[in-house]
């Protein structure tokens, strides 16, 4: 890649990966011009009480899903690096490798109210412009981004579409036998029933 270049981060436990995060990436590469899209699935989740399910498959859950999109890498440097996860840490690496870059780390309105809360929070604006995918609710409604953490983190909002779906969800609904059709594309269900993956034991 040459001088100039754009390159999208978007990090996640992606447990598991589904047609939200690729309508969101989606949006990220139709509207902010990405070079490329990298995206981060979480080795250690400090943040989660519970444990992540392998790694090996949320890898291949991604790869999977993301397929069908250009300029997307599944970059499995979190998992490699071991420890926490930390996306101030990717970043810098990124910064390393890529030191004319333009970072964009991609984000959810959830993950943007828990900013503050990251690790060297305030480092984060500083590597990468922070884009928050916003979506309206069921009747076309956007909640506004908190002023405080948009001035503090220099936030940009990314418009997305409606989106009603989450990764709680889809292991609730596969836990219980109920359908999933529409939160998941067909290889990534045929490979989430393959390897008997959020069943109830």
């Not at 943040?47 to 790694?55: C, G, I, M, Q, T």
């Not at 409604?141 to 990764?167: E, G, I, K, W, Y």
């Amino acid at each position: 890649m040459s001088a100039g270049e754009r390159i999208g981060v978007f990090g996640g436990a992606f447990d598991p990966p589904h047609t939200g995060h690729l309508a969101l990436a989606r949006a990220a590469l139709a509207q902010l011009d990405l070079t490329q899209l990298r995206i981060v699935p979480t080795g250690q989740a400090w943040h989660k009480a519970r444990d992540l399910s392998e790694a090996a498959y949320r890898l291949e859950m991604c790869r999977l899903l993301f397929a069908p999109l250009a300029d997307v890498v599944v970059d499995d440097c979190e998992i490699r690096r071991g420890g926490p996860s930390y996306t101030v840490d990717t970043l810098e690496a990124l910064r390393v490798q890529r030191p004319s870059a333009r970072l964009m780390l991609l984000i959810g309105q959830d993950q943007a109210a828990g900013l503050p809360q990251w690790h060297r929070a305030d480092e984060l604006a500083r590597l990468a412009i922070i884009w928050v995918a916003v979506r309206p609710d069921a009747t076309g409604l956007v909640a506004p981004l908190d002023p405080d953490l948009r001035t503090r983190f220099s936030l940009h909002t990314l418009p997305m579409a409606v989106q009603a779906v989450s990764s709680t969800d889809i292991r609730e609904r596969i836990a219980r036998g109920q359908a999933t059709q529409t939160l998941l594309t067909e290889p990534l269900a045929r490979y989430i029933e393959h390897h008997h993956l959020y069943q109830t034991p």
